[in-house]
């Protein structure tokens, strides 16, 4: 039967009559964008995160790519963020003709090591953008020390990690702006693209709102140079059938990767952790071994999903090519890049179907 990476299809399987009911209201009554589920789910978010004006926006690339602006950034400026993300994070610096600087990781959480930010600030250097990767909070307290010591802005990438903390600070509140993806794979998703930026204070809302929408209020008149990009109905209808059921998600999220633990797995592959005070809400499980190419065939071969993300760290995208950085530069990254293999994490997984995982990499690790 197989065991899947991700199994959304069950996920949505007990809302499905919902989903259903919210999209046929839809269309009954024709109201597609910015209607009364966009404005509701704002702030319903809102009300999970301090209360922070939320905006929904087309997708969680626009969403970065919309908080930069809005925090100034623009051409020659520089911004610090991870080398091991999804490419959105350091694509929407460039979008802007801003440089992304790349900083080595933390060996244990794979986000960016805090301690390293402070060398490679320079006069250029506007904001850092810390990813909460796979779903493990960043170190934010000496991230948002940093920047407060050198008057830089902070966005969190939290694309993957809606409801994970960092001790007292829930994802999505501790800086100036913070950015959620819909994605359908996501922690907290929809059924489509979308995406939504957290803002520290109603004056960024507002500019937030503003270049969502062509840089204007009104429709009529435009005071920035915006964008189209907004969070459609359809997806506001589905990311609220889904927001109250994200925190259960996320607690069975963590009982398998406890499960996994129970199970064995760590004295075949070495195990993801949780740092400290860290709520890691395991949006994807990533075990790491020096022959993950093989394990990752041998388990597919046995029908289980299993996957390789980010094997090429950001700083080594051909894209990046001209900013200079070289194999050996940023070795955590690349280490993680090389060894880092997702295996099943979803909220529907069994403690029978852990027991099959943790058996089926016991016998690869043995075949190698
Ligand atoms: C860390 C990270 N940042 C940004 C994004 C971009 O989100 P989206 O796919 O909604 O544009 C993603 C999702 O793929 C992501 O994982």
């Known amino acids: 039967m197989g ?17 259903d009911a919210e999209i046929t209201d839809i269309l009954d009554t024709g109201t597609f964008i910015l209607g009364p589920r966009v404005k509701a789910i704002e702030s319903e978010v809102s009300a999970r995160l301090d209360n922070r004006p939320c905006v929904g926006v087309a997708n969680g690339t626009d969403a970065l790519v919309i908080a930069l ?14 080398p091991y993300t999804f490419y959105a994070t350091a694509e929407a610096i460039a979008r802007h003709g801003a ?3 790349f900083v080595d990781i933390d060996p244990d959480s794979a986000c960016i090591d805090p301690d390293l930010i402070e060398a490679k600030i320079t006069d250029k250097t506007k904001v850092i953008i810390p990813v909460h990767i796979f779903g493990h909070p960043a170190s934010m307290t000496t991230i948002l020390t940093t920047a407060a010591e050198n008057g830089l802005s902070v966005i969190e990438d939290a ?52 270049l969502r929408f062509h840089g204007s209020e009104d429709k009529q008149t435009f005071t920035e140079v915006g964008y189209n990009s907004r969070l459609d109905e359809i997806q506001a209808a589905a990311v609220r059938t889904f927001l109250p059921h994200v925190n259960d998600w ?11 633990r129970e199970c064995g797995l760590g004295e075949h592959v070495t195990l993801p ?27 597919v071969e046995e029908g289980i999903g299993a996957a ?12 990046f090519k001209d900013l200079g950085y070289s194999v050996g530069d940023l070795p955590v990254a690349e280490e993680w890049a090389r060894t880092g293999l997702a295996i099943p994490m979803h909220p529907n997984l069994t403690r029978e179907q852990v027991e099959e995982v943790v058996a089926a990499t016991g016998r690869a690790v043995s075949r190698l």
Not at 69 to 82: C, F, N, R, S, W
Request: include cysteine; aromatic fraction near 8%; charged fraction near 25%.
């Open 3 to 19: 065991i899947p990476l991700m199994d959304i299809r069950a996920q949505y399987a007990p809302l499905r009559a919902q989903l």
């Open 69 to 82: 602006q809005a925090l100034g950034v623009g051409p020659g400026d520089e911004v610090i963020t991870t």
């Open 99 to 101: 440089v992304p600087v």
């Open 159 to 210: 694309a993957q990690a809606f409801g994970a903390a960092d001790g007292e600070w829930a994802v999505g509140t501790m800086a100036d702006a913070a950015t959620i993806s819909f994605f359908p794979t996501k922690n907290f998703p929809g059924i489509g693209d979308g995406g939504m930026v957290v803002c520290r204070d109603a004056a960024l809302g507002d500019l937030v709102r503003r």
């Open 250 to 260: 996320n607690d069975r999220r963590r009982q398998v990767a406890d499960w996994y």
């Open 273 to 299: 952790v949780e740092k400290d005070a860290a709520r890691h809400i395991y949006h994807l499980y990533v075990i790491r071994h020096p022959e993950r190419d093989r394990i990752r065939e041998m388990l």
């Open 308 to 319: 390789a993300y980010y094997g090429i760290p950001m700083h080594l995208q051909p894209v």
